[in-house]
């Protein structure tokens, strides 16, 4: 890596393209080992009208990226895709990144009121710098617990196996594709949770789909419902995400 820090360079900022993609890839070097997830979603993240994403530039060259999804009926966003090009990382360039998102943000959304984030800390303590920034900036953090098993290239679970093998299926409840992501469905999930899962800023619990924290909400859930189908547990009349 090169010994420079962005302080002194020229930092600048626009709004990534599909002709982006190659560039974005190059950056991308070693980020989550092959489960990137990127690569699949770059192009649906450009054409989404609900997801802003920026890069940051040197010269020509694009050094860093920031997606920005809105949610809560734009009241809120979450921070994605974090990504600093191999030479550029621990220089700045995230921070200038950061910066240059919530500014365009605050006048270009004036409805967002909220910033989410999630960073994946496994025990051995290897992603502590990430967590501890976002521990130090963010208002709540919520800890999950996390097995992960690797199972060969582009496939892997986030449950071990051999747990899910244990599992008696003949008394699990009917899983059925959600319907009516309404309030009244939103509160009977509510219902089933503990009163320590309701941390949001409005009271409300937190779900997270694909490393995407969202507040439990007819909104959201439509907003999910749209790019992959939910599904609901049903049994003796109680109802779950």
Known sequence: MADRSSAGIDVTFRLASHEDYEAVMRISEGVLGNRDYL?????????????VVFLALVGDQVVGLKAAILTEGGTAFIVKAARVAPDWRGQGIDGKLSGHQDEWLRQNRPAVRYKRATAFAPADGSNSVAVSILQKKMRLQFSMPFIEYQCGPGLWWRQDPAQLAQLDTTVLPDAVPLQDADDDFCTAVQKCLPAEACGGYDGKPIIVADWEPYTLSPTNLRHLQSSSTLWTLQSEEVTSL
């Open 39 to 51: 690569p699949a979603f770059f192009h649906r993240y450009i054409d989404d009208p609900d997801v």
